[in-house]
């Protein structure tokens, strides 16, 4: 791998996906497998964040125009659940991954968080 042309791009970090305490919680695959989850790409950044390597978080957000659009499709639960509402503590980047400061680049979308 040749880190000064690498882009490491992360999506979703965010604690209602990966916190322990996450809306997600109920709604998808179990904490456990989340955390290893984590905890993998937590390696990653550690093994890479004093290298050339660019490493961008792209947060998800989901306000309510979106959640309408989401209703009678398969990512209902998730429009239903108030996950990755704007402005809440959901939406934020994972702690684990804050810790990294502007080591981790966010490039926010259409709904900024």
């Known amino acids: 791998m040749k880190l000064p042309k690498t882009a490491i791009v992360m999506m979703g970090c965010q604690n209602d996906y990966f916190?322990?305490?996450?809306?997600f919680d109920s709604v998808l695959e179990p904490h456990a497998r989340r955390r290893e989850v984590l905890g993998n790409i937590v390696s990653l950044v550690n093994g890479i964040q004093d290298t050339?390597?660019?490493m961008?978080?792209?947060?998800?957000?989901?306000?309510?125009s979106v959640a309408d659009s989401m209703m009678d499709t398969p990512l209902e639960k998730i429009a239903t659940s108030g996950a990755l509402r704007p402005d809440s503590r959901g939406?934020?980047?994972v702690e684990e991954l804050a810790a990294f400061?502007?080591?981790?680049?966010?490039v926010p979308g259409k709904h900024k968080v």
């Open 19 to 23: 916190a322990h305490d996450g809306r």
């Open 52 to 54: 050339d390597a660019l």
């Open 56 to 64: 961008l978080q792209l947060p998800m957000a989901v306000d309510a």
């Open 91 to 93: 939406v934020a980047l």
């Open 101 to 106: 400061g502007d080591r981790i680049e966010t």
